[in-house]
């Protein structure tokens, strides 16, 4: 019955999976494997957008078995269900748990920056920059740790500390430069030049963006500010090509 229950998962078929494990820890609570019956149960939940469900589940299986072998995962997906959940500084709050109570967890630099990455959306932005600026100090993965440089630097934008934001983003792009958030940082870093008040700066920045693959959307939007500069410059004829490009571009809301 277990193996049926994993199976279903593993071929994310989520309620049956849900409903097997179910079933066997009721049959078998006391099973070896009736920790993992519960967290499984719980993923699957999670997985068919049941974070509710899900977070009830991790929670039961934390307080049952506390020292189990997957309780850093459960405790991690218990932040994601507040997370789903729309509660980003309980979220926070759990992720950096996880970071501290699980220290030998291969989720623990993991779990940090997803802390920060709440603290962040939440507007909590000098709780997310400690929370970064911690992943980066770390051993771990590499990719946590770019991930974790940039978010610091858009903490330090949000905040209008602009000398600092050019200084973070100036090293995340020199330390990363094959980042799937470069066109973003030069997005910001054109941004943050601006509020240097660094203008001629800032529109060679979107105009390097216009030149990149970046995505329409943000392409469209460095485009935009390049024509308003520009423009802002008499220079209205190279501001029309761009406002042009702009009209050509399809599935562009501008």
Known sequence: QYAAALAHYGMEEWAAAARQ????TQQHPESDQADDAIFYRA??????????RARDLYETMLQKFPKSDVADRAAYGLAWC???QGDLAHAARQFERVSARYKQSDL??????RAGACWLEA???KNAHKVFTQVMNTDDGNEVRADSAYGAARCLLEQEQYDR????????LKKYPKHSQKPQALYDLAWARKGQGKNDDALALFRKLTETDAADSLRADAMFRVAEGLYAQEEYKQAAKYYEQITRMEDVDF
């Open 21 to 24: 494990f179910k079933t066997f």
């Open 43 to 52: 993923e699957s939940l999670f997985s068919a957008d049941q974070p509710g």
């Open 82 to 84: 507040r997370r789903e």
């Open 108 to 113: 623990r630099a993991e779990a940090l920056y």
């Open 123 to 125: 507007g909590k932005y």
């Open 165 to 172: 934001a050019v200084a973070a983003y100036k090293e995340f």
